[in-house]
C-alpha cells in the first residue's frame, strides 16, 4: 500500500489529473489508504485560495461557480471545483447534478471539477471535502471553488474551509434576505445578489448593505461588499473576482490570514476527532449489535432509568477502557 500511495502523491503534485480523480475516489472512501495519502500531500498544500460560495437552493451558486472559474481561466489560473450535493436520507446516495450545470467545462485541462455528497453531514459539507481540497491544492491548482449544498441559515462550515466566502442571495423569495439572518449573514466574506435581472434585486442590494451597516466592526476590519450580479447572462462576474482577490490581499496585509488559516485548522481536527470518538463509540462493543454493553445503556435511557449525559459518558468510559487495554495486549505481545 506504501507504494501506491507514494507514487500516487506524486503524480498528483506533478498535476495528473487522471490521479487526482483516484485519489478524490481514495478521499471519499475513506479509511488507512486515504489517511496515508492526506498525510503524503498535506505538506504540498496552502498555495490555493480556496474560496466558499454558499446561499440558499436555487439562488444560483453552481451557475455562479461555474462563470468564476471561466473569469479565472481567462486570468491565467487553474481551478478546482468542489460541488457538495445532499445525501439521501435513505440510500445515502446524491444525483450530483452540479455537474449538469458545468458540462463545458469539462473539456478545459485547467479545470478540475468533483461532485461530492454530503454523506449525511450537518453544516452542508462532508469531512471528505476538507481532504479534497487538500488534494487540489497539492495538485497545483490556483484556485479551489467549494460550492456547498445550499441548506440555509445553518450552513457555516464552509467558512472553516474557505480563506473567503461568498455568499449569493437572489431577489423575489418572500423575504429578500431570509438566508442571510443571523450566522450566515455575518459568515460572508463578499455578498452577491444574483438574477439581478429580476425585479426587486436593487432593493435586496440595499437591504443588505443597510443590515451590514447594523453589524459591530473593528477599525480596519474588512466590510463585506455587496454586488449584483447575472451568473447566467455572465454579468457582474469580474467585480466578483476582483472582491476575493481583494479579500485575500487585505487577509495577507492585516495579518488576519494567519488567525484565520488557525481557526480553520482547529475547526477540522476537532471534526475530525469527533469523528473518531464517535466511530469508536458507535463501534467495537459500542452501540452496534454486538455491543450488549451499550446496547444496554441506551435501552436504561429509554426506559428513563438513566440521562443521556450519563449514557453518553459512560459509552466514552467504555471506549477509553478499549483503547487502553487494546495498548497493553500490543505492549505485552
Known sequence: MTQDVETLARQIVAGSARALARGLTWVEAGGARAEALCARLYPHTGRAQVVGVTGAPGSGKSTLARALALVARARGGTVGIVAVDPSSPFS?????GDRIRMTDLALDPGIFIR???TRGALGGLSRAAADAVDLMDAAGLSLVLVETVGVGQDEVDVMRLAHTVIVVSVPGLGDDVQ???A???E???????NKADREGADRTVAELRAMLTLLPAAEGTWMPPVLAASAAREEGIEAIADA???HMAHLKTSGELERRRRRMVTARVLRI????VAETVLGGGGLGAEGAAGASLVD??????LTPHACARALLAQAAQRTSSGRTEDAVG
Do not use: P, T, Y
Request: hydrophobic share 60%.
Open 92 to 96: 445515502g446516495g446524491a444525483i450530483l
Open 115 to 117: 461532485s461530492m455528497a
Open 179 to 181: 438566508a442571510l439572518k
Open 183 to 185: 450566522g450566515v449573514l
Open 187 to 193: 459568515i460572508a466574506d463578499v455578498h452577491v445578489v
Open 244 to 246: 476575493f482577490h481583494a
Open 273 to 276: 476527532a469527533q469523528d473518531l
Open 300 to 305: 436504561r435511557v429509554a426506559r428513563r432509568e
